[in-house]
């Protein structure tokens, strides 16, 4: 089975800096997709390395499967072949010239890093993830990532300027440009996104960036039923006020974010949080050890309500503008039966200076379905694209195929047009991940049905044997296939995982 | 042309939908550039059904097939280059479907950009792409070419507002790619189709979004005594992040000549004007302008002129969208660029392009997206003076040539089509136009679709040549 033979791995070794190959179980473990390990794990630290690394492997039938920060590797179909993972070490601002609001990085840079640089300019790149700021830009683009900022920014495709990446033959290739307009050959970068890995590996990117809005505020008005949370979903949208972010939670997936925090989380000041950093540096000096550490802070329940569908509204501009929009969307909530309308807290200085989110309930929300899944490791968390104007209709669908089948829901709609829906079994047994695998079938067929696609962005592995998470294929696929067999003709780039088996 | 091509065609399309005659084929030789190339048939389908015919039959042929909307543009995209069959969009002109609530229309490509906001602007909403040619260009053009205009600094281009296309594959196979939904599963190919300039599929219906008309709008005119004051108004703009819906410049050469026509009230004494608008809530739209006026200020604007009402502001934009239309009346034939460059280097390159005028011997008027850095320069010429011609290709080579030393794009909004397709290694490798090859590939592998765009025609040495001259043998003019 393991094509990999000693000598082999040697060159493989050679390929790369020293310390930058890795065959021990740990790593390989770090590195494992639905229960597949790879046969050795390498960091690419520059682009002519990733050539290096692919060439190899497209001369030896070797397969690779890129990737960044650990962060999303449960994406997709497990892969048919996984012999290499590739890890892109490249993290440097290539350039970034804010007076013309143009940056372009290479693709291992964490989005956090780079939005802590963009920040000193007072401006940000708003690729949102759902993971928060710990992946890396690579990671984003190949995943299509995106968050609640999507409403008023869109997603790459819409701020993306290009891309250059590495073919499955090992040829360095570029689209697009660094300017924020140009049409000069195909949109190959648009291929990219969201495509896993599959047909190139992404080195480095061009983005144009924003603005920080110098003042924003969150609300948030909660409702009886969905369809009054709905009614003012439809109330803003047919209003000129702007806002920059959309969700609406539904109280089961309240009840889901409210527990990631352990009970009995007592809340932390700033000031603790320093004391802590502080004693922890001075302890490792003192034992001669590196003064970096990483250090995990759990964020206190953001106490969404259990009872009630919760809409999430982001503003920003100046300090009229977010006023305004404070002003009118009171009445405006109340109007279409709101129970309570409050502003969310700021978040604590210290997150602020981590976190593009404003309040700690975007950091919750945004995380919703790798949360659901985290904490319901026998549930599907599904990716559903509809128009708002089928939400009502589809959910109610969505809901009844949840309990046919025994399952308990939830689901955080994002008014551009997703909805995030976590179907959860009642155990890990078979007999509910069968029922698990009919309701995500059926919950295909209804997407359809609404005119939309559906996705099953995390699920047990089990479960990825008996459905393909990516859904029916439809007529679209056979193109697809054509030009991944164009841009990796043997086949070695994360084969099997995405769309379609491609 | 094989003449049983042009009976099969006419059996199923109807004699008046098949157009073959010397005079006829004519009228089609041309569009908004200064290329020029006759097909052998035109043809003018009224239904996805008819482009499927009409593909099939051009297979068994094996000839050529280009689409064509109004013919507004400015690359040689809609021109049959080699020939065939030139399949014209205006008897497919419908607007299938309007859906407010989710914001998204559902059109033919033969419809009038401008038609979709006279349909939904009653409603208050919008369609964003707003090419100067707006009132005839059409759909399917815009998104052969991903086309641009003004207020796509704000907006985006065409690319951000369409969420699905139907298409006809050169087998004839209908399909449908993305949808009104977002994030379709796969890879994003109406991504890869939008801006494909006809040569990978053909579109039969697009899916675009509407937007929300905003409630306020402000519109000014900074008027300047030079323009290297002008272009550092637009580079501070952007530097303070400042993103008004759009920001044109107009040098003094081409406003008096657009003023001689549409009479907009522009100073005909001025050296340069910038129109710039902000939009949006009333409140980040009165807030904008203070600033704006602020920088013109700073950067010795001489006057700064608040449109009053509607009309004024109308009137302001009738003259910078008529401007080619202007130019016209002065000049037998100009030929304009469309290069990009970084918003920084905007003072620097309009130097370098007043040199590059000098040194060749032409007037070159300046008229621009500024805000987004995308050069408009329009040489004049007379193109029955085959020096002129050449002269007029070399300045424009070299206007290119520095847009991608700063680090810019060769187009922005116009295409390659076949009249920048010899700058197309300027920007690229070898490497990276043997992966568009294979896009090409992978969807038109015989190459009927839009043969002799978008690449080069001498493949391989990667040095920048001349753009050859119109392939067909008719002189313009």
Request: with cysteine; hydrophobic share 40%.
């Amino acid at each position: 089975m393991s094509p990999l033979q000693d000598a082999t791995l040697a060159k493989l070794e050679a390929l790369v800096d020293a310390g930058n190959f890795f065959t021990d179980a740990e790593n390989l473990a770090r590195c494992t997709i639905d229960g597949c390990a790879p046969r050795a794990a390498v960091q690419a630290n520059t682009v002519e390395q990733v050539v290096e690394v692919v060439r190899f492997a497209a001369a030896e039938n070797l397969a690779v499967v890129p990737y960044g920060n650990f962060q999303q590797m449960g994406l997709g179909a497990p892969p048919a072949q996984y012999d290499i993972a590739l890890r892109i070490g490249l993290d440097r601002v290539i350039s970034y010239d804010p007076r013309d609001l143009t940056l372009s990085v290479e693709a291992g840079i964490q989005l956090n890093d780079l939005n802590q640089q963009l920040r000193e300019q007072r401006q940000f790149l708003p690729l949102d993830s759902h993971l928060g700021g710990f992946a890396t830009i690579g990671g984003i683009l190949a995943t299509n990532s995106s968050g609640p900022l999507r409403h008023a920014f869109g997603t790459a495709r819409d701020f993306l300027l290009g891309l250059e990446f590495v073919t499955g033959e090992g040829v360095r290739t570029k689209s697009g440009g660094r300017v924020v307009k140009s049409v000069a050959g195909y949109d190959i970068h648009k291929l990219m996104i969201g495509s896993l890995g599959t047909l190139g590996i992404i080195t480095s990117a061009n983005f144009r960036t924003f603005p920080l809005p110098p003042v924003t505020a969150t609300y948030l008005a909660r409702f009886a039923t969905l369809d009054d949370a709905l009614a003012f979903r439809r109330a803003m949208a047919a209003s000129t006020l702007q806002p920059r972010a959309l969700d609406i939670l539904s109280p089961d997936a309240a009840r889901l974010l409210n527990s990631l925090a352990p009970a009995g989380a007592r809340e932390i000041s700033e000031k603790e949080i320093l004391q802590i950093v502080e004693s922890e540096t001075q302890a490792r000096s003192e034992r001669g050890e590196a003064n970096s550490f990483a250090m995990t802070i759990r964020t206190p329940s953001p106490g969404f309500s259990e009872k009630e569908w919760t809409v999430l509204v982001g503003t920003g501009g100046n300090e009229q503008v977010v006023e305004r929009h404070r002003r009118e969307l009171e009445p405006m909530a109340h109007a279409a039966r709101a129970t309570a309308f409050d502003q969310a807290r700021p978040q604590q200085p210290l997150f602020a200076r981590i976190s593009e989110d404003d309040c700690m309930e975007w950091s919750y929300v945004r995380t919703f379905s790798s949360v659901a899944f985290h904490l319901k490791p026998a549930a599907a968390a599904m990716k559903i694209s509809v128009l708002p104007g089928q939400f009502s209709e589809f959910l109610k669908a969505a809901q009844g195929i949840a309990e046919q089948h025994e399952l308990a829901s939830a689901a955080l709609l994002r008014a551009a047009g997703v909805i995030y829906l976590a179907l959860v079994p009642s155990s890990p047994e078979e007999a509910p991940r069968k029922r698990l695998a009919q309701a995500c079938n059926d919950i295909f067929a209804a997407a359809q049905l609404a005119g939309g696609t559906a996705a099953i962005e995390f699920c047990p592995a089990a479960l990825k044997r008996e459905i393909n998470v990516w859904g029916p294929p439809r007529a679209d696929l056979a193109l697809m296939r054509n030009l991944k067999n164009e841009f990796d003709p043997r086949g070695i780039l994360s084969p099997g995982r995405f769309y379609g088996g491609i | 042309m094989d003449p049983k091509l042009i009976r099969e065609l006419q059996e199923f399309l109807g004699k008046p939908s098949v157009l073959s005659a010397r005079e006829d084929l004519m009228m089609y030789e041309y569009d908004g550039s200064i290329e020029v190339a006759r097909p052998d048939v035109v043809v003018f389908p009224r239904t996805t059904q008819d482009v499927v015919r009409i593909v099939q039959a051009a297979n068994r042929h094996q000839v050529p097939i280009t689409g064509r909307g109004a013919g507004t543009g400015l690359s040689g995209g809609a021109l049959a280059r080699l020939g065939g069959i030139l399949m014209v969009f205006s008897r497919m002109n419908k607007i299938l479907e309007i859906d407010l609530e989710n914001q998204r229309a559902v059109v033919q490509p033969g419809v009038v950009n401008l038609d979709i906001t006279r349909a939904v602007e009653h409603a208050g909403y919008f369609f964003a792409p707003d090419p100067s040619s707006q009132k005839s260009c059409t759909i399917g053009g815009n998104v052969a070419e991903n086309a641009g205009g003004p207020h796509t600094l704000l907006y985006g281009i065409t690319t951000n507002h369409v969420t699905g296309l139907e298409v006809v594959l050169p087998s004839g196979e209908v399909l449908r790619v993305g949808g009104k939904t977002l994030d379709t599963p796969g890879y994003d190919l109406t991504g890869l189709l939008v801006g494909s300039e006809g040569t990978l599929a053909i579109v039969t219906e697009v899916t675009v979004k509407l937007t929300r008309l905003p409630e306020a709008t402000k519109t000014l005119l900074a008027v300047y005594n030079s323009v290297d004051d002008a272009t550092e108004t637009v580079a501070e703009i952007t530097a303070r992040a400042i993103t008004p819906a759009a920001c044109e410049f107009m040098d003094g050469w081409t406003l008096r000549v657009v003023e001689a026509w549409v009479h907009a009230g522009y100073p005909l004494d001025s050296a340069a004007v910038l129109l710039i608008e902000v939009d949006g809530l009333s409140e980040s739209v009165e807030a904008q302008a203070v600033e704006i006026i602020e920088v013109c200020k700073l950067n010795r604007a001489r006057e700064v002129r608040v449109a009053k009402d509607a009309k004024e502001r109308d009137l302001l934009w009738k003259g910078r969208k008529n401007a080619f239309g202007a130019v016209g009346r002065v000049s037998p034939s100009y030929y304009v660029q469309d290069g990009v460059i970084p918003r920084t280097k905007l003072p620097a390159t309009l130097r370098v392009i007043d040199v590059i005028g000098k040194k060749y011997g032409f007037e070159i008027g300046n008229i621009f997206h500024a805000g987004d850095g995308n050069l408009h320069p329009i040489i004049l010429f007379d193109p029955r003076d085959r020096g002129q011609y050449e002269r007029a290709v070399a300045a424009a080579g070299e206007i290119m040539a520095h847009c991608i030393a700063v680090g810019g794009s060769i187009t922005g909004e116009h295409g390659v089509g076949f009249e920048k397709s010899e700058l197309m290694p300027l920007m690229f490798t070898e490497a990276d136009l043997d992966a568009m090859r294979r896009v090409r590939h992978a969807l038109n592998p015989a190459g009927l679709l839009n043969p002799g765009k978008i690449f080069p025609f001498g493949k391989g040495c990667g040095e920048v040549r001349v753009r050859p001259f119109p392939v067909t043998s008719s002189t313009p003019l």
